[in-house]
């Protein structure tokens, strides 16, 4: 679940919550998740008048076996699609209910994002308190100390929000850039996945 609250901070910025329900690691699939996150982006592109998000991801159900499919590539990818494609600004990153194994997860995310993004990560290991004391719990759902409902209301109100948007979806798969039309240096997949693209020629004794 990928669910952006509706009501904006004093700023025009916005929560984005973003949890794995299933506390079975099978039932999770990155590039369902990627692809969900992009739908949802697309649409805040087209309706929302926020300036910057605030990225509250949930832990709870990341085991060992979810952060195994997390693989270098995904994060990167990840960063790509948050920081280029869109123009929302990533305010702060904050990670709740985090594992023990929270130390080890951030070591690898720290060596693939950029400093701009990793600075901006704040781990909450005890409790919702230090939550609140960055995010208003007027801004929260109700299961992260908030005032808000409860996440599953906001998620089945997305859900329906982007199975109405069906045929525009389908659409927008059939347009894509002309790229010949791209003023300055053409993009370059090696530079910006950095692990895809970049082996170029392959010398075998």
Known sequence: QFI??????DDFTQVIIDCHTSPVDQNYDPNQFMKTLIMILELLLRDS??????????????SLGVVKK???????????????????RIKSI???????????????????????????IIVH???????????HPKYLPLEYGGELGP?????DSWTKNLISK??????????????????????????????????KKLSVD
Do not use: C
């Open 4 to 9: 952006p609250i509706p009501l904006l901070l």
């Open 49 to 62: 008048r926020a300036l910057g998000s605030h990225i509250v991801f949930d832990l709870k159900n990341y």
């Open 70 to 88: 997390l693989t270098p590539a995904f994060f990167k990818k990840l960063q790509v699609v948050i920081t280029k494609a869109y123009p929302s």
């Open 94 to 120: 904050h990670l709740v209910n985090a594992p023990a194994y929270v130390d080890n997860l951030l070591t690898l995310v720290i060596m693939i994002l950029n400093p701009k993004l990793t600075n901006r």
């Open 125 to 135: 290991t005890h409790g919702l308190g230090s939550l609140h004391d960055h995010i």
């Open 151 to 155: 996440v599953q209301d906001m998620w």
């Open 166 to 199: 069906r045929d525009w979806f389908l659409e927008q798969e059939n347009i894509s850039s002309d790229e010949k039309r791209r003023p300055g240096k053409p993009l370059d997949q090696s530079e910006l996945f950095g692990m895809e693209g970049s082996f």
